[in-house]
């Protein structure tokens, strides 16, 4: 077996550095459009695939607006519409001070790689400025790849020239993990802080 020398972090964005609920967007609107049924809202949204569209750049953020406009008679506003949609983030205070420490030890590297849209991710670099301490990011809709595609994760250690067995993405989706462990990096799923911990130093160990 391998010695593992980890030097390299890839961080997920959501539900990793910040928490994210989709249901603030659809009680926003729903507060605003009365008469809307959220649950055909989500049903719609999921069944032409809107979200992953969004997040791998084949749909853009004013034609996202104009489809549920049209196909639910919407009356709120673009700008109304963006602010909800934005508006369902909050920060891992843990997972904060993690970051903020471990890019001062000069033996890590940080990246990020996440499966988002520029609407949130301008919201993000907004709103939680912490974020920009990570330099290089690979980004979903920048790139035309989505997690759990191996091509993203190829994509990211060959722009990056990584060495994979330094290399560990910590990331909340069981999936993104498999294939990312599959393809020769190192893996952490991301559910309490204090097993991500214990995982990590197991791992970073020299």
Known sequence: MKKVCVKNIIFDLG???????????????????????????????????????????????????????RKFDLKIGYDDFI??????????????NFLEKIVNIKRFKVFLLSNTDPVHMNFVNKNFPFIKIIKNKVLSYKVGLLKPQKKIFEYIVKKYNLNKNETVLIDDLPVN??????????????????????????????
Not at 24 to 40: C, D
Request: aromatic share 18%; glycine share 6%.
């Open 177 to 206: 993990i498999k294939v990312a462990v599959k393809y020769g990096l190192h893996g952490i799923k991301y559910t309490t802080h204090k097993k991500f911990l214990s995982e990590f130093t197991r791992i970073a160990r020299k």
């Open 83 to 96: 602010y909800l949609y934005s508006d369902i983030f909050w920060v891992n205070t843990r997972m904060k």
């Open 15 to 69: 539900n990793t550095l910040i928490y994210y609920d989709y249901e603030y967007f659809y009680e926003g609107v729903s507060r605003l459009e009365k008469k809307l049924n959220t649950g055909k809202l989500k049903s719609f949204i999921k069944e032409k695939n809107l979200g992953n569209k969004l997040c791998k750049g084949t749909l853009q953020p004013k034609d996202f607006f104009r489809i549920l406009k």
